[in-house]
């Protein structure tokens, strides 16, 4: 069996930029732990798998070690497979996830828009076992469907925090989102996720789901100029719309390619 693969910078108005991630179209789906294998094998932080079905995109994404139950920047990098690669031909695209249900992406010129339903977000207390993953003390943490969100003072401690990340891979969940408010932008953000494969992804688009509402309520703003500032770093357009998000970026094509199995 032969599969086509496209890996797509996310996030990024150039390579090398924003999010790499694995897209892999199907025309019917293979089995998990084949999919799982492909993902190990490519060691980005998500490779995400699609099949087509009737007017939608059924849509999964896998880390090198787990099924995870949502992803931005793959769907992202899906979206620009489908608008720049495979002839998809209107402006709207709707992909369906059996775990998150209905998530969509518009195009507009060059920019991707992904609309994604809002977390639900609980503050909680600051446990023993995060403050011993950071050298500085948060200010508050809060706990959404998949990640804990932990807000810090500046965006010099996000920008340069090294935290401890076998203690981090002991906290339950899929990741941490590190965050302040930004200098240049609104906020800024990291996101360390030992626990699902990746011990820091440099974009995370499903982190947004938890940020925006919470600087939302902060800021009293509902449009938001995020940076994640990883390495890689990466730029997005952020809008509160309820129990929905608006998360946008460009994406950049790094690789096509065909896997053999």
Known sequence: MALTIYQVDAFAEKLFKGNPAAVIPLNAWIDDELMQNIAMENNLSETVFFVKSNDKYEIRWFTPSVEVDICGHATLASAYVLFNHLGYSNNKIIFHSHRSGELIVTRVGEL?????????????????DIRLCFKSTP???FKGKNDYLIIFSSETEIREMNPNF??????KARGVIVTA???QVDFVSRFFGPQSGIDEDPVTGSAH???IPYWKDVLGKDQMDALQVSARGGKLTCKYLGERIEISGQGSLYMIGTIFI
Do not use: A, H, M
Not at 114 to 119: A, K, Q, R
Not at 166 to 171: E, F, G, H, V
């Open 139 to 141: 200010i508050k943490v």
């Open 166 to 171: 076998n203690n981090l891979s002991l906290i």
């Open 112 to 128: 991707f828009t992904l609309n994604f339903p809002t977390d639900d977000i609980t503050e909680v207390p600051i446990s023993d």
């Open 209 to 211: 789901t938890t940020l």
């Open 181 to 183: 408010k930004g200098d």
